[in-house]
């Protein structure tokens, strides 16, 4: 599977200690070859987006053919809250 990055997980990456930015982009790596990986569908979002643990870090993505698209990069305690607002802003009229 191929991997595009949007640019806010671009940014997200930037932000990140080399470390945990290198352990990041090895999770999405093997995960795009292999499907391992501590993968959650995230539930109430269309088209289906996917979470990916790595540490106190949360990847959000969604799959479209052979592509996986990395949508953010967040530290849990930043992902929990935005998924929450998401799932809101869907639900309003």
Do not use: C
């Amino acid at each position: 599977m191929e991997i595009a990055w949007t640019g806010a997980a671009l940014s997200d990456m930037a932000g990140l200690d080399k470390g945990i930015a290198r352990r990041v982009k090895q999770s999405v790596e093997r995960f795009a070859e292999t499907g391992v990986g501590d993968v959650k569908r995230l539930q109430g979002i269309d088209p289906p987006e996917f979470r990916l643990r790595v540490g106190d870090y949360r990847v959000r993505f969604h799959k479209d053919g052979e592509t996986v698209t990395v949508l953010r990069v967040r530290n849990r305690r930043e992902s929990d809250p935005e998924v929450a607002d998401h799932l809101r802003m869907r639900e309003s009229p």
